[in-house]
């Protein structure tokens, strides 16, 4: 059967047949049809089949003729079957359509009740570049589709300058409700906080968690003793652990005293524990201290609660700190040991009392070649403190873990530390150039060139040395341990020969 014979069937059919042989035959027209069929479709738009209403539109899209589709497009927009809704809305975008009654229809669309039908009307409007119904796209930033929040959220951007959006964006981010309001808040630039105070204030006690967050992270920048009052005040009502989280870790970042209370309630949860210690830490009050004490050898509280703790003791800098700290390098939680090393980096960073640098050098030195899982943090505490390269030379000379030898290596970096035994240390960065680790051999390339820079001594084995560092430079080491090896025969060429 040729076209004009499938044609001249689909339009008797259509004229003739029962429902399922109308719809067939409109789809049909839609597929082989040409221009002048369109309106052959647009005379089926009324059908009482939304079957064949439906396949209306998808041939009105596929035969292209935008007259047509105008004229039949808008009413099956609004269809009380949402199929129809869909396949005319996609037809409306395809064809083009920009009619003020398209325009109406689209907007219509983002009330919805069919997410997919809000997703096209918000495609729509896209494709006509307009915003639609203001007040309907603003509130569609709550949807809980984020398919469609999305493309609001997109849309309501492109068009922020327009007068009508702003106010509403505005509205929303002082009134709105839920998610709305959270993304409304997104939104809008910093410089509107001082405008939304008043609004932001009462939202720390919205029924929304989601809201009480987005309005103290907004909160949490503004200065003023009002404010912080609202905050501290705020707290002490939370009951969300995330929103709790929030505020103690902006009232920490001020040292807020006030956040003792309800810091404690809150060490004990999983989620917002870490945030409490910290909050307790930066507070320093004479109570917070003791409640940081208790809460370190406390085990009914989650294991991150008390590495948060100890890290707080450690950056508090208290006469008992060390004390505190270096039992828990020993503790069965890793959380625990790992809070410790970073409380007792803190402190080295502080500077230690002369009479704590020993026994801080002696158990991080320990705790390094014991506990692979805090060898970083561990290495860290370990910078520049002096009375622990002893130590470090004999974890270089016999640990069988290449990640500590490595972190070892890196300490006894003259960058890091030197003292009266650095001169002795050229042995063990040559011989680690040779080790088997491609760490290993960073750290000990990069080492050695440090090491040549600080003592402008040349090696007595100068030719072997710089042989090996010629081939680190050009064979498949990594980048960094090619252009270490490089540095250091550049430095090789100006130093003068070593003596013992």
């Known amino acids: 059967m040729g076209a004009e014979q499938q044609i001249a069937f689909f339009l008797r059919e259509l004229a003739d047949g029962d429902i399922w042989r ?9 597929r082989v049809g040409r221009e002048e069929h369109a309106w052959a479709l647009v005379g089926s738009a009324d059908d009482r089949a939304p079957e064949v209403r439906e396949a209306v539109a998808v041939g009105l899209g596929r035969l292209g003729v935008a007259e047509a589709g105008r004229a039949v497009l808008p009413a099956l927009m609004g269809d009380e079957d949402p199929w129809v809704r869909r396949r005319a809305s996609r037809a409306a975008i395809r064809l083009g359509l920009d009619d003020p009654e ?11 009740p069919d997410h997919h039908l809000r997703i096209n009307g918000l495609d729509g409007l896209r494709a006509l570049d307009v915003p639609g119904d203001v007040p309907a796209l603003v509130a569609l930033l709550g949807d809980p589709e984020g398919a469609v929040w999305g493309r609001a959220r997109s849309l ?13 964006v505005v509205r929303t981010a002082e009134q709105g409700a839920g998610d709305a309001r959270v993304q409304a808040l997104q939104l ?3 410089h509107w906080t001082e405008r939304l105070l008043d ?23 503004v200065k003023d003793a009002q404010t912080q009052d609202a905050l501290v005040e705020a707290l002490d009502a939370e009951r969300s652990a995330r929103v709790a989280d929030l505020l103690m870790h902006g009232l920490g970042r001020r040292a807020e005293e006030r956040v003792t209370g309800a810091a404690t309630r809150w060490l004990g949860d999983t989620a917002a524990g870490p945030s409490a210690a910290y909050a307790l830490g930066a507070a320093g009050t004479r109570a917070a201290a003791g409640t940081l004490r208790t809460a370190v050898t406390d085990p009914a509280l989650p294991g991150r609660s008390r590495a948060a703790a100890a890290k707080a003791i450690g950056q508090a800098g208290r006469w008992d700190a060390v004390w505190l700290l270096l039992p828990l390098l020993d503790d069965p939680d890793g959380d625990v040991r790992a809070g410790a090393v970073e409380g007792l980096e803190a402190l080295v960073d502080d500077g230690l009392r002369p009479w704590e640098r020993r026994s801080v050098a002696r158990a991080l030195v320990a ?6 899982n805090t060898v ?9 403190l002096a009375d622990a390269l002893p130590g470090l030379r004999q974890i270089v000379d016999r640990t069988p873990s290449p990640d500590v030898r490595a972190a070892a290596l890196s300490l006894l970096d003259t960058d890091n530390a030197t003292d009266e035994n650095t001169g002795q240390d050229l042995p063990r960065f040559v011989h680690a150039l040779d ?66």
């Not at 705790?367 to 692979?372: N, T």
């Not at 081939?471 to 090789?492: G, P």
């Open 199 to 221: 609004s932001l204030v009462q939202g720390l006690h919205d029924d929304s968690a989601k809201v009480r967050s987005a309005v103290a992270g907004r909160l949490l920048d």
């Open 156 to 168: 309501v951007y492109r068009f922020r300058d327009d007068p009508a959006v702003s106010a509403e």
């Open 376 to 384: 970083r943090q561990t290495h860290n505490a370990l910078i520049g």
């Open 435 to 500: 080790d088997p680790d491609e760490t290993v051999r960073f750290h000990a390339v990069e080492g050695l060139a440090h090491w040549l820079v600080a003592t402008k001594r040349l090696p007595q084995n100068e030719e072997q040395l710089r042989a090996r560092l010629t081939a680190l430079a050009s064979d498949t080491s990594t980048a960094e341990t090619r252009a270490a090896a490089e540095e250091a025969l550049e430095v090789l060429d100006g130093c003068r020969p070593f003596s013992p």
């Open 22 to 30: 109308r719809a067939a035959a409109v789809k049909g027209l839609g």
């Open 102 to 112: 398209i325009v109406e229809s689209f907007s219509t669309l983002l009330r919805d």
């Open 367 to 372: 705790h390094l070649a014991a506990d692979p």
């Open 188 to 190: 809008l630039p910093g």
